[in-house]
């Protein structure tokens, strides 16, 4: 379906409301930082509530709305995107939810009405974008699912890890050090769509010898509530736990607190996933046990790269497909890798992903 007429309405209605754009962070073209270049009549932010930002009257836009850049991890994949875009000449804005489902759901009509060619998502809430999403399909505009499952929701391809795998890999570092004993599993928020990612802990924790004693969502995936479950479970148990198993590094730095009110950091293992800096800074002083790597730059690159692919109607290429409860779509497989104290030189540190000072300190 032809949209320039929806790109003219968004050049007017921005014209109309110039005066009163201001930037606010919460929402971008492709002018912001390393993002790819619009022209200079289309560089106006949006607030959070999803006024008009700016579409290009020419070549591929992309739309992105993702729920949260406050985690060091999606602020990454951001910047991937944004650099991503900017080498590959298409036109780049974006759209953050601050962590609100419905925000997010009016920042996705605001990409519609501007008439973007892809809409790349990344879900506050999995069940939260069916309506709002469809309506884009009706629209003609193809829709790119970036990392995170939605629930009973369609898409033209998916980019992201294997959500069974990395749970199999975050449980495993468990099983290398061969831990017994009782077990608490803080899972990621509830309406992240993360039931693969547990169902892949779970066949590695249902190999050994250890008892999941507490299994809390942590809305979020806040450290505030990690910290709470872990203050409980600790007490319950006299201390006697063998295992946090976080589901993110975030989660893990609550659980960690936990621990050393008590004087347990360092004594009882803490996995994680996201590789941000204050974890792997955790790890090598052996405080967490491990944390996913997962390459931000490799998975923006694709995205953008699949998300040109269907605004061109070209075939996407994928070992995999995966369905959201609506329909078979491609699945771009990106790996993670398990980081130990073992391994963070020659994972992290040689390849330049992070300073060895920036690890160890000076």
Not at 16 to 27: D, F, H, N, P, R
Not at 255 to 271: C, H, K, L, N, R
Not at 321 to 334: A, L
Request: aromatic residues 6%; proline residues 1%; hydrophobic residues 40%.
């Amino acid at each position: 379906m032809k949209k320039s007429w929806k790109k003219l309405l968004a050049v007017l209605l921005a014209v109309l409301t110039l005066s009163s754009l201001a930037g606010c962070g919460q929402s971008g073209t492709a002018e912001e930082g390393k993002e790819s270049p619009v022209p200079a009549a289309e560089e106006e932010k949006t607030d959070d509530a999803g006024d008009e930002a700016s579409v290009s009257d020419e070549g591929i836009t992309i739309g992105y709305s993702l729920k949260t850049v406050q985690e060091e991890r999606w602020q990454r994949e951001l910047d991937g995107c944004t650099s991503a875009a900017e080498e590959l000449g298409v036109n780049f804005i974006y759209q953050v939810a601050n962590g609100d489902a419905q925000t997010q759901v009016s920042q996705i009509e605001n990409l519609i009405t501007q008439g973007v060619d892809v809409i790349m998502v990344t879900a506050v809430d999995a069940g939260a974008l069916t309506n709002i999403l469809n309506t884009a399909k009706e629209d003609g505009i193809k829709i790119l699912v970036y990392d995170q499952q939605l629930e009973n929701t369609y898409g033209d391809a998916f980019v992201g890890y294997d959500d069974y795998t990395n749970g199999s890999l975050i449980a495993q570092a468990l099983a290398d050090l061969q831990i017994e004993g009782k077990v608490v599993m803080l899972h990621g928020d509830a309406s992240s769509g993360i039931e693969k990612i547990i169902e892949g802990e779970k066949s590695v924790l249902d190999d050994l010898n250890v008892e999941i004693v507490m299994e809390q969502y942590c809305q979020n995936w806040g450290a505030e509530a990690a910290l709470g479950y872990a203050q409980n479970a600790l007490a319950e148990y006299n201390n006697d736990i063998a295992a946090f198993v976080c589901m993110n590094d975030g989660i893990a730095s609550g659980a960690i607190q936990a621990m050393e009110e008590v004087d347990m950091a360092g004594e009882i293992a803490v996995t994680g996933m996201d590789c941000e800096l204050t974890a792997v800074q955790r790890i090598a002083k052996g405080t967490q046990t491990s944390t996913l790597y997962k390459d931000s730059v490799a998975l923006s690159s694709a995205a953008i790269e699949t998300a040109v692919k269907l605004a061109e109607g070209k075939e996407i290429a994928a070992d995999a497909t995966i369905n959201f409860g609506v329909n078979d779509m491609p699945h771009v497989i990106v790996n993670s890798a398990v980081i130990t104290k073992d391994n963070i030189d020659s994972e992290l540190i040689d390849t330049g992903y992070y300073a060895k000072e920036d690890v160890y300190g000076e």
